[in-house]
T-cell receptor
């Protein structure tokens, strides 16, 4: 399977704990995006990378959130000191370029108790 | 502020008829628009796109229309099939921008 993969698919954590999600994009894709989706809403942009460079961050991305793409391949999204409001589906997508369609992974569903 | 809006949360259509899903946007800098389909427990899947230099793009049963003056786009599915039942999101990006803005989605049910 050469699509976008995300790990884990589900994560349950207690408030205050740190969590880290991983995204493996389609191998030749230069762009990688992170989104958050809550019930009844569309995906909300968090941040994106062009190769290893993080080019844009949403104001939704508080200081507790950090994303990396160290070698321009896979990416990680870390949430520190999780809060109940962080409960959502976290989606990763990749694309060849800026005006190309994005291919989404299956998402990581985070539940903060 | 919601820059991309889908005002119909749900739509039901008989199999074989036309489905029309609508999307409005507020940012005149948007120049690229996409439609995605999403099944439960899966990520969104790309369906069709259109750039602002066109007013129509067609791919099989799917056609997207763009009305720039009205800041409105629509997705037509004809004929509709039960397998088209899903949530449809429209998305837009601005000139020289990396961020994509998504609408809240329209849940389409095609009744056999």
């Amino acid at each position: 399977d050469t699509g976008v993969s995300q790990d884990p698919r589900h994560k349950i954590t207690k408030r205050g704990q740190n969590v880290t999600f991983r995204c493996d994009p389609i191998s030749e894709h230069n762009r990688l995006y992170w989104y958050r989706q809550t019930l009844g809403q569309g995906p909300e942009f968090l941040t994106y990378f062009q190769n290893e460079a993080q080019l844009e961050k949403s104001r939704l991305l508080s200081d507790r959130f950090s994303a990396e793409r160290p070698k321009g391949s896979f990416s990680t999204l870390e949430i520190q000191r999780t809060e109940q409001g962080d409960s959502a589906m976290y989606l990763c997508a990749s694309s060849l370029g800026d005006k190309d369609e994005q291919f989404f992974g299956p998402g990581t569903r985070l539940t903060v108790l | 502020d919601q820059q991309v809006k889908q005002n119909s949360p749900s739509l039901s259509v008989q199999e074989g008829r036309i489905s029309i899903l609508n999307c409005d946007y507020t940012n005149s800098m948007f120049d690229y628009f996409l439609w995605y389909k999403k099944y439960p427990a899966e990520g969104p899947t790309f369906l069709i796109s259109i750039s602002s230099i066109k007013d129509k793009n067609e791919d099989g049963r799917f056609t997207v229309f763009l009305n720039k003056s009205a800041k409105h786009l629509s997705l037509h599915i004809v004929p509709s099939q039960p397998g088209d039942s899903a949530v449809y999101f429209c998305a837009a990006s601005a000139i020289q921008g990396g961020q994509f803005y998504f609408g809240t989605g329209t849940s389409l049910t095609v009744i056999p």
